[in-house]
């Protein structure tokens, strides 16, 4: 019999929407709700959209229309539209989706409980109001610190920390600014106060996360925050991974190459969105760097953080690319040899510089260029894997893998949770178990992942 206090949330979009979406449930589980995971046994129901790029807006208009159909087969049941696409589009979503009992944009998280009327002890949510965005003057100003309540899985011992909210740049293709505000940075003791009480809550490994984590405190007067802030972190006992994702290249200092290098758990891995290599293309995407500047970066972090992984994500297809400026990101991605590339075609969406410019490439010719440019890094991807057969890594133990139960299933400090590859492992002792970090020798790769048995100590890495 359902207590009239049941949620289920779908969280879609990228690690720092899914924070958001941890941070709503918090305040629902405090208010007395249980989460669980049908949406048929739901009293409320909540989606926290994306609307970054038009398939992601898509997937939200989907997983809106399916819990819709849940919400008719449970009359009493309430509906909560939350996220980018809440933030972008409520008032065209309001009119088209009536089923949808409230819109909650990206600066109101906070308000989420009082919003619903979750404070009601007789568990009665609020009615439908008007949507908090009906138009686009209103710009977010929110951002949690660590006293806001979290609700973590439980068992989680890798999470993301989100240190800002927005973001300031003006790439020319990005909606980002418009849907999440201007840049909001966190303190460094805010920061360092919430990951000390993930570390009490089990998280062994974080990830710091931002819209541009480069420029993290820069609107506090604080240039070199986020050096320090690394810094702090590798001060915090029990934990044992710190990982930078969304380091944009501008504004990557010696200072923070430094504290990489120096800092004993912060993962030798830097995820470093570089969209492309074309000075033509940069200056078009407003991207405020160029090839030469670029390389000089990577070369310097490569000379001066020992063993050191790169991940990059790049956009091709954007207006006026012409074939010689992506022959120009091809010459330059088999030059630089990432670890891992993420690679996404042009969208144009509305609001941005981008879409107003000329020379729209074809869809055709955008989905042909990722698919050359990824045949390409899968290459390279599988030689930098290879290389690593016969060596050994630590390789923080995630449980039983995904793929049989034969096998369990970790990561190296080289492969970021949800987006890189794993690392299988045969024939594990019967002491090890999930939340150990244990030296994995490698015997296997694919294109993807890596395969490897235990050995025991450093030493033995060593030994050959």
């Known amino acids: 019999m359902s207590t009239g206090r049941r949620v289920h949330l779908v969280s879609l979009g990228c690690p720092k929407n899914r924070v958001d979406s941890e941070l709503m449930l918090g305040q629902i589980e405090r208010a007395g709700f249980e989460l669980v995971a049908e949406p048929g046994d739901a009293d409320l129901l909540i989606v926290n959209t994306c609307s970054f790029i038009e398939s992601a807006k898509t997937e939200s208009i989907d997983a809106i229309l399916e819990l819709a159909d849940f919400k008719a087969a449970r009359p009493g049941t309430r509906l909560v539209v939350a996220g980018c696409l809440a933030q972008r589009h409520s008032a065209e979503l309001a009119e088209s989706l009536p089923e949808v009992d409230a819109f909650i944009g990206t600066g109101e998280y906070d308000k989420l409980a009082e919003r619903l009327g979750l404070g009601d002890p007789q568990g009665a949510l609020a009615s439908a109001q008007a949507p908090l965005y009906g138009t686009r003057k209103a710009r977010p100003e929110y951002i949690a610190d660590h006293l806001e309540p979290r609700w973590i899985a439980p068992d989680s011992q890798s999470t993301y920390l989100k240190i800002a909210e927005g973001c300031s740049q003006a790439c020319a293709f990005c909606i980002i600014p418009k849907l999440r505000g201007a840049q909001r940075s966190r303190t460094v003791a805010d920061c360092v106060a919430e990951a000390r009480d993930l570390v009490q809550r089990g998280v062994l490994e974080l990830n710091l996360v931002a819209q541009d984590l480069t420029h993290y405190g820069a609107d506090l007067g604080d240039p070199d925050a986020l050096a320090r802030l690394v810094r702090e972190l590798g001060k915090v006992e029990g934990l044992r991974w710190v990982r930078l994702l969304y380091a944009y290249p501008h504004n990557f200092t010696d200072d923070l190459i430094d504290a990489i290098a120096t800092t004993e758990n912060c993962c030798k891995y830097v995820d470093m969105p570089l969209q492309h290599a074309s000075d033509a293309v940069l200056a078009q995407m407003k991207r405020r760097t160029s090839r030469a500047e670029i390389e000089t970066l990577l070369a310097k972090m490569r000379a001066r953080i020992p063993g050191?992984?790169?991940?990059?994500?790049?956009?091709?297809?954007?207006?006026?690319?012409?074939?010689?400026?992506?022959?120009?990101?091809?010459?330059?991605?088999?030059?630089?040899?990432?670890?891992?590339?993420?690679?996404?075609?042009?969208?144009?969406?509305?609001?941005?510089?981008?879409?107003?410019?000329?020379?729209?490439?074809?869809?055709?010719?955008?989905?042909s260029r990722v698919a050359k440019l990824m045949k390409l890094q899968e290459k390279i991807s599988t030689e930098l894997l290879q290389a690593q057969i016969g060596q050994a890594a630590l390789v923080l133990v995630e449980g039983l893998s995904e793929e049989t139960d034969l096998l369990l299933q970790g990561r190296t400090q080289g492969q970021a949770p949800e987006i890189d590859g794993v690392v299988y492992i045969n024939d594990a002792p019967a002491d090890i178990g999930r939340g150990q970090l244990r030296w994995v020798r490698f015997t296997e790769c694919g294109a993807h992942d890596l395969v490897g048995h235990v050995i025991e100590t450093a030493e033995h890495a060593l030994d050959h």
């Open 308 to 367: 050191l992984v790169l991940r990059t994500t790049l956009l091709v297809g954007h207006p006026g690319e012409t074939e010689a400026d992506f022959q120009q990101l091809m010459e330059f991605v088999k030059a630089q040899r990432f670890h891992r590339v993420g690679c996404f075609p042009y969208s144009q969406e509305e609001g941005t510089a981008s879409a107003r410019l000329p020379h729209q490439l074809p869809t055709a010719v955008k989905k």
